[in-house]
């Protein structure tokens, strides 16, 4: 199967299964978490769904979960609202949202923490309400009812390859040294991301100088580039690991700053705008691509199902699989698989999935990229 038809599959299966949760009625009572009370919930009636994103500085939460996880419930239960919190990157922001959403009497929430373990005590909330909670994207800690995320080891991995090819390609595999750039020591993903990378990386190359992130910042990244610049030297970086696409937006400015005219390979995640089109001009070399529509579909299938006392089953192409949190809690999750995008398959991945159009990727400033002038004269 072709990748892009393989996107296809993936989300007309997703759909799918919706649709048959939504035929299924659904209209269960629930009686919770065992301590708390018992709230009741069904397709029929409709409910509230607290829906908690972490942060907006990364565009992926803004521009495609929420908008594509209010289109996802309004599918499968068009008589619930979608009750919508960003917590900027605050814990305590989080906190407050999360509370003020079971005291508006949510049936079920919805939550990309900021800090898994801080996170805990808002599972436990709920749960002590009868409320069930899905982790979205980020294992919560507190025994949450379902996650859903990415194999988020298989992107570290997927980056790690991706940077061992770019230094092949460039002719620079075995020499200088790599600088590795982490996300944020509060989120459990960037350590899965930094695990999955060491994997590939440790004994391949020579890491002269790691960081880990707070926040994901772009200029915390910069700053972490220009000391990495410093102590190694421009001229000796052979490549660099950033884990997201904003961070490494922050670390070519810090190359190019010190004048580094042939950038190294530098990896990203997320096929942020930004980064797709510092791909197609040759500034990064890769992106991870995470499709987010399914992701979405399926926390809000697994929010109906968990609200309205139904269990979530997966589905043959994102089958539930099973997770641990940070305090040696079983989650069923469903981990759906990430996908490596350079300037050879941006076509087949971003484009094919209509997560961007070339009207989009192709503004002025890379109107001279291969990918826009093919695009142009066709
Ligand atoms: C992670 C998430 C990534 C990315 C990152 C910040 O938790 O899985 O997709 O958004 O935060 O870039």
Not at 194 to 212: F, S
Not at 276 to 295: F, L, N
Not at 355 to 373: N, Q, V, W
Request: with cysteine; proline share 3%.
């Amino acid at each position: 199967m072709s990748n892009r038809n393989k996107f296809f599959h993936r989300v007309a299966v997703g759909a799918a299964s919706v649709a048959l949760l939504a035929a299924a009625g659904c209209g269960a009572t629930t009686t919770g978490g065992g301590d708390g009370e018992t709230a009741t919930a069904s397709v029929e009636e409709g409910f509230t769904i607290g829906l908690l994103l972490p942060e907006s500085k990364t565009t992926r939460y803004e521009k495609f979960d929420r908008p594509l996880f209010e289109e996802a419930v309004a599918e499968i239960c068009p008589n619930c609202e979608v009750s919508y919190q960003n917590a900027d990157q605050d814990v305590a922001k989080q906190q407050s949202q999360a509370e003020a959403m079971l005291t508006q009497g949510v049936g079920v929430l919805v939550l990309d923490a900021v800090d898994a373990e801080a996170a805990g005590s808002i599972v436990q909330q709920a749960k002590g309400q009868g409320v069930p909670v899905v982790a979205y994207d980020r294992l919560a800690q507190g025994g949450v009812d379902y996650y859903v995320s990415f194999d988020n080891k298989t992107v570290g991995n997927v980056q790690g390859e991706a940077l061992i090819a770019g230094m092949e390609a460039a002719g620079t595999a075995g020499e200088g040294e790599v600088v590795m750039i982490n996300g944020s020591p509060t989120d459990p993903n960037a350590a899965d991301f930094k695990a999955g990378a060491h994997e590939i990386l440790d004994g391949q190359v020579e890491i002269g100088a790691e960081y880990d992130t707070a926040d994901w910042s772009p200029d915390r990244a910069q700053q972490q580039m220009e000391q990495a610049i410093t102590s190694i030297g421009a001229e000796e970086i052979s490549g660099v690991y950033s884990a997201n696409d904003g961070m490494a937006g922050g670390v070519i400015a810090a190359l190019k700053s010190a004048g580094v005219e042939e950038l190294p390979p530098i990896t990203g995640q997320d096929a942020e705008l930004a980064g797709i089109q510092r791909i197609i001009s040759g500034d990064q070399y890769m992106t991870v691509y995470k499709a987010i529509q399914p992701e979405a579909e399926i926390a809000a299938a697994m929010a109906v199902a968990a609200a309205t006392g139904e269990e979530y089953e997966g589905s043959a192409d994102n089958p539930l699989t099973e997770s641990t949190d940070g305090e040696g809690n079983t989650v069923p999750s469903v981990l759906i698989e990430p996908v490596a995008v350079t300037a050879e398959n941006v076509e087949d991945t971003v484009i094919s999935d209509g997560f961007y159009s070339i009207e989009e990727i192709c503004t002025d400033a890379y109107a001279d990229t291969d990918l826009c002038k093919e695009a142009g004269d066709s």
